[in-house]
């Protein structure tokens, strides 16, 4: 209710509406899955990758913050990895 007192006190009111009218009747491909590969899969792929390397360098390191460190450095390449794999994907794509 706010937001409509808002926008009807604002001089851009129509440019905002008409703009909006164009993006939903938009007939361009939609962007969702790339959006989910570039942003949250690696957030994803990071935490686990955290999570699995925590246990298993429990039982290997005995130093708590060298085991921290290392599951937080691998994890962080696996991230890395996982982004460098994705981009050549999509060069690889482009080219064909």
């Given at each position: ?32 899955l ?37 599951s ?25």
């Amino acid at each position: 209710m706010a937001k409509q007192k808002f926008c009807q006190n604002c001089s851009q009111e129509n440019r905002c509406r008409e703009l909006y009218r164009r993006l939903g009747d938009s007939k361009s491909p939609s962007i969702v899955l790339k959006v989910i590969v570039a942003f949250l899969l690696p957030i994803v792929v990071f935490i686990g990758a955290l999570a699995i390397l925590q246990k298993i360098l429990e039982n290997a390191v005995t130093s708590r913050p060298l085991q921290t460190a290392l599951s937080f450095l691998l994890a962080l390449s696996a991230a890395f990895g996982l982004i460098l794999i994705t981009k050549a994907i999509r060069q690889s794509r482009k080219r064909q």
